[in-house]
């Protein structure tokens, strides 16, 4: 198990630098950093001026190299464009993405899953029907269209709802269903293909036949070896909740990761993209490794992966 | 017995509900949306002009301009001189307060105008701060501005763009203070931040009587960032917000509909063009040729899509400035829509089937660059259009890599030629024209402290420009801005939304 999550570890580590590697050199190739930072409005001069300032007159490699430097010393760097640091500029966005996250993932588990159960257990029935065409209804329509449907509905017409903002749990409500609904529909889709097919397996056939009851057939024994493929596409999902929300954050104003990003890219902010896209590739490094441990805990047979050290 | 829980959970939720923000009137806020977050609250290292209209509410300058009459009137000072060509003169007033209570002195203004002027400091736009050699305290309550040159923007750049700081403050809170907790003299003092997202600001109780700026009416301003303009839009419907700017000529004629909403339309200072390289591949390409840059002008049928595309109070430009921007004139060489001419001209230079070329374009609505394709493809000239984002378009442009530039300028919101013209053709990086004879009349314009002289030397300069055809001047922009039918507030063309002259009616 420890020579398991060591190599996992090591293996990560480089994936993550790599991908900032790429990410740092994508900055680059997308125009001068210092024009951009300069604005629309800024002159060649300012430019000149901010290239020195900035250091972007060295050569990439040393400049890569200098970030790294600073990294390893725990500091994640300035951004150019807010002049803070970017560890606050992160801190000050997680918690309302978490907050997003979190409560859109519940919401779309919750109802992906019992969902998937039901349309396998009568499949082909009109339970099944309904849930298939409510699934893809959520993967057909853009997230956006979706997300202002609802504004219309009840922000605009009954005033229910806030439109925009973090500061009460009611500011979630809308945004968490409309990423939900996009999450749910391949985890609920899972859940039913694999719920069918376990459903239809020998040990299935025998259980029934030994008159065990049939809600702790369809619960305890088919459930755990169905949802297995769905913790990893969930805890992938979950790590693109987490770094891709920006839809959503822009439709709700919600400010989140997902925004500082987008914008960062789109404002040349270096340092903050490249800290961004660290941290992004860290949690979903931790997602896939978390998601591998409970299909462990899930399903035993998969726990011997990890007991035999080579 | 079931229902009943139905219902219970409903009013539950329903009380729970933390109250809907009451917009405008009812609670005396002034409710507004931006599109683009405010990077700082110091405003120096700022660049975007949703920070510089918080910055106008927070802060104060020596002086202000009317906007009705372009006439500049003391602020912090009380009265104000200028002395020679390098010397600026300045009486301070002896009433005005900080937001922290302090009373601005003499040292506030000394302290804060050689601060951002110095190098170290690294103001974002050096050309509001680059005129300035040193500042003085000449007595009590008396500065002075000793200029590096004759600088004729320096009271355009006092007015508004330069806001006084108090030093005690700025020395203990720093650049990482001012940017989350301002301390200003201004009508409104910036009371809650979450940055990016949320600013509230609140009247400030001993603002200054006679101020050029007057006694704000609205006791609090909620500015918040909303990135999507369809959540801008249903929060104006629903009442949640009173005010939005920079909708588009179609939202504009939907929110127009609405009763509780009004549309107002407002030409700014920013104008769109094609920049036109004539030493492009050494002189070698067909726009060397003036008679082809003419054709070039005479091609684009701009009320056409003024009309369709741009809309509101936006009118033709016939050089690269606003014609509301003190110098700028449009009484030069103008090139109305006429193809024959266009054609004829070609034939001319020698193109009679004309040529293919390369147009990029940046910050410019791909409907409106499109239309000019095909207005140019009717005299021959086939452009491929290359959308760039502005950072590589302005380096290509400026390394002489492309012939054409279609982008727009808006003179950093200050209404004098200086800031346009010379931004293209005195000479810099910017100026791919180069002509010598426009550079020395530009110098002297940009350096003469004589407002007629000025006039005179940018007027010759634009008739050579319009002339020789250096650019093809497009049109001037508007913004349109929706807003609660009850609130009565003006937006003006540099584009510094006012928010501290609002009330309700």
Redesign the interface.
Known sequence: MLTYCSQRAVSALLLMLLISLVAFFLIFASGDPAVKIAGEAGTAADADRIREALGFNRPLAVQYLSWLGHLLTGDLGRSIYFNQPVATLIADRVSTTLTLSVSAMLLAVAVALPLGIAAARWQDGLVDKLVLVFAAVGQAMPTFWFALLMIIAFSVNWQILPTSGSETWLHFVMPSLALAYFAMPTMLRLTRAGMIETLEADYIRTSKAMGIPASLILFKYALRNAVVPVVGVSAAQFGSMLAGSIVIESIFALNGVGRLAFESIQRSDLSTVQALVLCFSFVYIVLTFLSDLLNAWIDPRMRSIYGNPA | MKKKLHCLSLVAF?A???Q??LAGKADDTFNVAFTV?P??M?TY?E?TREGYILARLIYDCLIEKDTSTGEFKPSLASSFKVTDDTTLDFVLRTDVKFHDGTLMTADDVVYTLNMVSSREY?A????AVDWIERVEKTGENAVRIKMKRPSPLALEMLAGNLPIYPKAYYEKAG??GM?TKPVGTGPYRLVEV?????YVLERFADYYAGSPKGQPAIKRIVV?????T??QY??L??G?LDWVWKVSPDDARRLQSRPNLKVQSTEILRYAFIGINPNFQDKKSPFADVRVRQAFNYAVNRPAIIKAFVGGSAQPAYAPCSHLQFGCTYDVDRYEFDVAKAKALLAEAGYPNGFSTELMIS?TPKEQAEVIAANLAAVGIKVTLNF?????A??AW?EGRIPLLMGN??S?GVADAGLSIS?YFSG???DQVKDKKVIDLLAKADSSMDRDLRKKDYHEALKIIASQAYLVPLWTFNVNTAFNASLDFKFDADEYARFYTAKWN
Not at chain 2, 124 to 127: H, L
Request: hydrophobic share 30%; no cysteine; aromatic share 8%.
């Open positions: 329903l729970l509900a933390p809907m923000a977050e990077t700082t110091d290292k660049t690294g974002r736009y050096q050309i650049p990482a940017t979450s940055p990016g997202s949320r918040r960032v909303l990135p999507e369809n959540t249903a929060e419907m629903n949640s910050s760039q984002q502005y950072a590589p302005l380096t400026r300028w808006g950093y931004n810099t990086a910017d």
